[in-house]
C-alpha cells in the first residue's frame, strides 16, 4: 500500500495544509525547503535571486532561512505582496528591462544563488508548454550567468522532455555539480523536476549561442533506431514521441519481396518497412517473378508481406525461414564458416529465432543478428529482479498478518490465558511484555475486539512496512519530518480547540469509527449544570473521562479491559470478589440470573438501556435485581468470603440451587410472600438506580432509541449491523492526516426521523431557555442582598418609632422624614450597581472651550449640534414608526 502513501494527490493536500499552517503563500515553498535540506545552499548564502516568484512561497523561505541583512531579489510576471527582507517587482525575466532592473537592486552585488521555479502558461500542449518551460529556464540560466558569483548555485526547474537532456548538458558545462532532483513535495504526476547546479564556473567568455534556444535545443541526431527490437519484440509497443524521422515526411516504405531476399541485412527491412511487395516494375524482376512462383512462397507468406507494421514474433520468424529457403533456391546461401567464434555463427540475441539460427548452422548462412539492446535486457533484469523482491515482501507480510490474526482470535475466543501471554512476556506485568496488558489496554484494541474491529491493529504494522519499502532516505526522512509537523499542527490545534482534543483521545481509545457516533450523553458524568454543557464542554467531560482513565491506569484501580477481564473487577455492588467473579463466569452459570456477573459489552449495554427505557425490555445487567436486596454488601472481606462460600456452594449443587439462594433471604417463606412487594419496593433501587443515567442527546440516539422501543429493531439487528461497510475499512499506509480528513465523512449515516429530530430539538430549546448558572446566582445574590437591606431597614425605621417624643426628642414628622430618608437611601443602595446615565452636552455656544460645562454634573459627552439633532431626529422617527 506505500503506493497510496506515496499518493500525489494526497501529497497535495498536506502541503497545502502545511503551507496555510505555516502561512507559505503557496505549497511550493516545501520544494524550496527540501531542495535547501539537501543541498544547504541558502543558509549561507547573503544575495539570491528569485526568477518567477510570485506568489512569493520561495522568497519568504528564503528570507526566513537566509542571514539577515541577504539581499533578496525576486521577480515575476504577476506582482507580488510585499515581503518582509525582500525586493521584488514586476517583469518578465526573458526581457532586457528585467535583467537592467535586476542590476540596479544588486548594483556591484553577485548573488549566491539564483533560483528559478517558472512556469510559463501550462495547459496549451504539453510538448508546446515543456519547450517555453526550457525556453524560460535558458532565459533564467542566462540572467543566472551574468549574476551568480562564482561557485554559485542555480537551481531550476525543468519539465521532463526530450530537451531537459540538452539542457542538462548546458548545466553541465557551466557548473561543476549537476543533479537531478525532485522534491517528495512535488507531485509525482507532475513532470517536473529539480536541476541543482553548484559551483560556478564563471567563464569569462561564454558563446551566446549556448543559451540561445534556436541552437541549445537543436535537433541532433537520432541515434541509430533498434530495429532488433522491433523485429524480436514486436509486441512491446513504445511510445512515439518524436513524430516523423527529419527528412522523412512519408508514413510508407516499401521494397520489393525480392529485394529483401537478397539483402544482407533482413532485420532492418523488416523493422522499418511497411510492406514487400511481388508487384512487377515495367522493366521486369526476374527474381521477383520467380520468387512469386516459389511453392516456398505461401499464401500467408504473402498476407505477412502486405504489412509488416502489424506482425508479431512468430510471423517475423516465418518470413526469414522463407527467406533463407528462397535464398537456398537462388543459390545465394554461402558455407557457413566452421569456426564456431566467428561472427557468423553469433547466436541471434537472446536466443531468439533459434530456428532459424539452427537452420542457418545447418546451411552456409544464418541471419547474423546483434544482441539485443543492452539497456533492454538490463532493464528486463531488473524488472525481474524487482518483481521478485515485491512478491517475498509480499509473501512476509501476509505471513505476518495472518500470524497476528490468528492471535488475536485466540484473545478474542479466550484462548489465551494468563500464563500463554506470560510465556513469552515475562508474565503479563512485565516490563518488556510484547503483550503487556496495560499497552494492549490503553492501545484501546480491548475494546476494538469487543466490538470487532481487530483490523485496525493487525493492519498497523504495515504503514511501517510502507515506510520501509520507501527507497529514497532522504525522502522517507522528509516524510517523517512532515509527519511529525503535521502532529505538531495536530496538537496546536487541539490547544486551540477543546473540541477536537477530545475528540483526538476518543479515537484515541474508540479507534477511528466509534467516534462518530455520539448520542447517548451519561448525565451522571456532568456536574451540577451537566444540562446546561454545550458540545464542546460536552467533549470535554468525556476527554477528562478518558485521561482521567489513563491516569488511573497507572494505579491499581485499572480501567476497565483485558486487565479486568482477566481479574474480574469488584464493583462493590454486586458484593463478588474477583474470585468469585471468575467462577461464576463458567459456563455452567451462563443461565442463571441474578449472579451478579455484569456484561462488559458497551455496545449491548446501550441498547439494553435504550431499550429499557422504552417498552418491555427487561434484560440487562443493572436491571436484574434479586441478588441484589438479599445479598448484604460485604463490609469487611471475611464478609465477603462468606458470601462467595454460599454462593460457591449453591452453584456447586445445582437442586439446592434455589434454596441456597434463599437463605441469603433473612426472612421465613411466609414473611416474604406478605411482604414480597413491599420489600422489592422497599429493597430493589428505584428504575433511575437500576439503569445509568444516559441522556438521548441526538437525532440518530433518538431514532434508534424510538426503533428499538417500539420493536422496529432487534437488538440482534443492531449488531449484526455494527459491521457493515464502514466497520472494514482498509487504512493500510493511509497517513493520519488523510484518515482525519476522511474520517469526518467516511462514516455509516444513520437515519433521522422527523419525530426524533423534532423531540432533540425541543429538548436543546428547553434547555437554552434554562438560565446559566451565572445568571441564577447573580440574581440570588441581588435577591440575598435586597432582603438583607430591608432587613437593616426595618429594625432603624423600628428604632426611631420606638424613640421618645417630647422636649428635645423627635417628633412624629421627623421622624417620618427621617424613615423617608432612610428608604431613598436603601433604594439609591439596590441602583448603586447602575451606571450614571451620561449627559449629553451640545458643543459651542455657553459650552466653548474646554472645561466642565456649566451646571452639568455626573458624566458628560460633548457632541456637536449637528450630531446632537440627528441623534434626536432619529430617536424622533424610531418613535413615530413604533406607534
Ligand atoms: C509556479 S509559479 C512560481 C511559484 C513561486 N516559486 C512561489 O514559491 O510562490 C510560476 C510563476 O512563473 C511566472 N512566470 C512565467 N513566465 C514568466 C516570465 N516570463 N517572467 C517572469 N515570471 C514568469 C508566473 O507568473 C508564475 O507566477
Request: glycine share 8%; proline share 4%; with cysteine.
Amino acid at each position: 500500500m506505500a503506493i497510496q502513501k506515496k499518493n500525489a494527490k494526497a501529497r497535495l493536500d498536506k502541503y497545502y495544509y502545511l503551507a496555510k499552517e505555516k502561512g507559505y503563500r503557496a505549497r511550493a515553498a516545501f520544494k524550496l525547503i527540501q531542495l535547501n535540506k539537501k543541498y544547504s545552499f541558502l543558509q549561507n548564502a547573503k544575495c539570491l535571486i528569485d526568477l518567477c516568484a510570485a506568489p512569493g512561497s520561495w522568497l519568504q523561505v528564503a528570507a526566513e532561512t537566509m542571514p539577515i541583512k541577504s539581499l533578496i531579489v525576486g521577480v515575476d510576471l504577476a506582482p507580488i505582496k510585499p515581503i518582509p527582507k525582500t525586493i521584488t517587482f514586476q517583469g518578465d525575466i526573458t526581457t532586457e528591462k528585467c535583467r537592467a532592473t535586476i542590476r540596479g537592486h544588486l548594483k556591484t552585488w553577485r548573488a549566491d544563488a539564483v533560483i528559478h521555479d517558472g512556469a510559463p502558461n501550462v495547459g496549451t500542449a504539453w510538448v508546446q508548454d515543456a519547450f517555453s518551460q526550457n525556453e524560460l529556464v535558458l532565459s533564467s540560466l542566462k540572467l543566472a550567468t551574468e549574476f551568480l558569483a562564482p561557485n554559485g548555485v542555480f537551481v531550476t526547474k525543468v519539465f521532463r522532455s526530450k530537451d531537459s537532456a540538452k539542457l542538462e548538458w548546458i548545466f553541465k558545462q557551466l557548473f561543476n555539480k549537476v543533479e537531478q532532483t525532485k522534491p517528495p513535495s512535488s507531485r509525482t504526476v507532475s513532470a517536473e523536476t529539480f536541476y541543482v547546479c553548484r559551483g560556478y564556473k564563471a567563464p569569462k567568455q561564454l558563446d551566446p549561442r549556448f543559451l540561445d534556444p534556436k541552437y541549445a535545443f537543436a535537433e541532433v541526431e537520432d541515434a541509430a533506431v533498434n530495429n532488433e527490437a522491433r523485429v524480436f519484440n514486436p509486441e512491446k509497443k513504445k511510445r512515439k514521441r518524436d513524430g516523423y524521422e527529419e527528412g522523412d515526411w512519408t508514413q510508407f516504405h516499401e521494397v520489393s519481396a525480392s529485394e529483401f531476399v537478397q539483402t544482407m541485412d533482413p532485420i532492418k527491412m523488416l523493422g522499418s518497412l511497411n510492406r514487400l511487395h511481388f508487384r512487377q516494375e515495367k522493366n521486369g524482376d526476374i527474381a521477383l517473378a520467380a520468387l512469386d512462383k516459389l511453392p516456398e512462397t505461401t499464401e500467408e507468406v504473402r498476407l505477412c508481406c502486405a504489412d509488416l507494421k502489424v506482425l508479431g514474433r512468430k510471423e517475423f520468424k516465418l518470413l526469414l525461414r522463407w527467406r533463407l529457403k528462397a535464398r537456398d533456391r537462388f543459390g545465394f546461401r554461402v558455407k557457413k564458416d566452421t569456426n564456431p567464434t566467428g561472427p557468423s555463427t553469433a547466436t541471434t540475441a537472446a536466443g531468439a529465432f533459434d530456428d532459424a539460427a539452427a537452420e542457418g548452422a545447418a546451411g552456409e548462412e544464418v541471419a547474423t543478428l546483434e544482441p539485443m539492446d543492452d539497456e533492454m535486457r538490463l532493464q528486463e533484469e531488473i524488472q525481474q529482479m524487482q518483481e521478485g523482491q515485491t512478491k517475498a515482501k509480499r509473501k512476509d507480510r501476509r505471513k505476518e498478518n495472518e500470524r497476528k490474526q490468528k492471535e488475536i482470535t485466540r484473545m478474542q475466543m479466550d484462548m489465551v490465558t494468563p500464563s500463554d501471554l506470560g510465556i513469552e512476556a515475562g508474565g503479563p506485568m512485565g516490563d518488556e511484555g510484547t503483550f503487556r496488558l496495560k499497552d494492549v489496554d490503553k492501545a484501546g484494541i480491548a475494546r476494538q475486539i469487543t466490538r470487532g474491529r481487530m483490523y485496525a491493529e493487525a493492519e498497523k504494522p504495515k504503514a511501517e512496512e510502507a515506510e520501509v519499502e520507501e527507497e529514497d532516505e532522504d525522502g522517507d526522512l522528509l516524510e517523517r519530518e512532515l509527519d511529525a509537523m503535521y502532529d505538531q499542527y495536530q496538537e496546536r490545534k487541539e490547544d486551540r480547540d477543546t473540541k477536537a482534543k477530545a475528540k483526538r483521545m476518543r479515537k484515541l481509545v474508540y479507534g477511528q469509527g466509534e467516534e462518530a457516533f455520539e448520542g447517548f450523553d451519561k448525565e451522571g458524568d456532568e456536574g451540577d449544570d451537566g444540562a446546561e454543557m454545550t458540545d464542546a464542554e460536552d467533549s470535554d467531560a468525556e476527554f477528562m473521562e478518558e485521561s482521567g482513565d489513563d491516569e488511573m491506569d497507572e494505579g491499581d484501580d485499572a480501567a476497565s479491559g483485558l486487565l479486568n477481564e482477566l481479574r474480574p473487577k469488584d464493583d462493590g455492588k454486586g458484593g463478588l470478589s474477583g474470585r468469585a467473579a471468575s467462577f461464576f463466569q463458567q459456563d455452567i452459570f451462563k443461565d442463571m440470573g441474578g449472579l451478579g456477573i455484569e456484561e462488559e459489552d458497551d455496545d449491548v449495554d446501550e441498547i439494553d438501556l435504550a431499550r429499557d427505557s422504552g417498552v418491555d425490555v427487561a434484560s440487562g445487567s443493572s436491571a436484574s435485581p434479586p441478588l441484589k436486596p438479599t445479598t448484604a454488601e460485604p463490609s469487611d472481606p471475611e464478609d465477603a468470603e462468606d458470601d462467595e462460600e454460599t454462593i460457591a456452594a449453591a452453584a456447586a449443587d445445582d437442586d439446592e440451587e434455589e434454596s441456597d439462594i434463599e437463605v441469603l433471604h433473612p426472612s421465613t417463606a411466609a414473611e416474604d410472600e406478605e411482604s414480597w412487594e413491599e420489600t422489592t419496593s422497599r429493597r430493589l433501587p428505584t428504575e433511575r438506580e437500576a439503569r445509568p443515567n444516559i441522556d438521548i442527546i441526538t437525532a440518530e440516539a433518538m431514532t434508534l432509541a424510538h426503533a428499538l422501543a417500539t420493536g422496529k429493531v432487534t437488538r440482534a439487528q443492531l449488531e449484526d449491523d455494527q459491521f457493515n461497510t464502514y466497520s472494514h475499512r482498509d487504512t493500510d499506509g493511509l497517513p493520519e492526516w488523510f484518515l482525519d480528513d476522511e474520517g469526518k465523512h467516511s462514516k455509516r449515516q444513520r437515519p433521522v426521523t422527523a419525530e426524533a429530530a423534532q423531540a432533540i430539538k425541543a429538548k436543546q430549546r428547553a434547555l437554552n431557555a434554562r438560565p446559566i448558572k451565572k445568571v441564577r446566582e447573580a440574581k440570588a445574590r441581588k435577591t440575598f442582598r435586597a432582603a438583607r437591606r430591608l432587613e437593616k431597614l426595618k429594625k432603624k425605621s423600628e428604632g426611631l418609632m420606638d424613640e421618645a417624643g417630647g422636649v428635645g426628642g423627635m417628633s412624629e414628622r421627623d421622624k417620618a422624614g427621617e424613615i423617608g430618608k432612610l428608604m431613598a437611601k436603601a433604594k439609591k443602595g439596590a441602583g448603586k450597581g447602575k451606571r450614571p446615565p451620561v449627559k449629553v452636552v451640545r458643543a459651542g455656544g455657553q459650552n466653548k472651550g474646554a472645561g466642565r460645562p456649566r451646571g452639568v454634573k455626573g458624566k458628560y459627552k460633548m457632541v456637536d449640534s449637528r450630531l446632537k439633532k440627528d441623534v434626536r431626529g432619529e430617536k424622533r422617527a424610531a418613535k413615530k414608526r413604533k406607534g
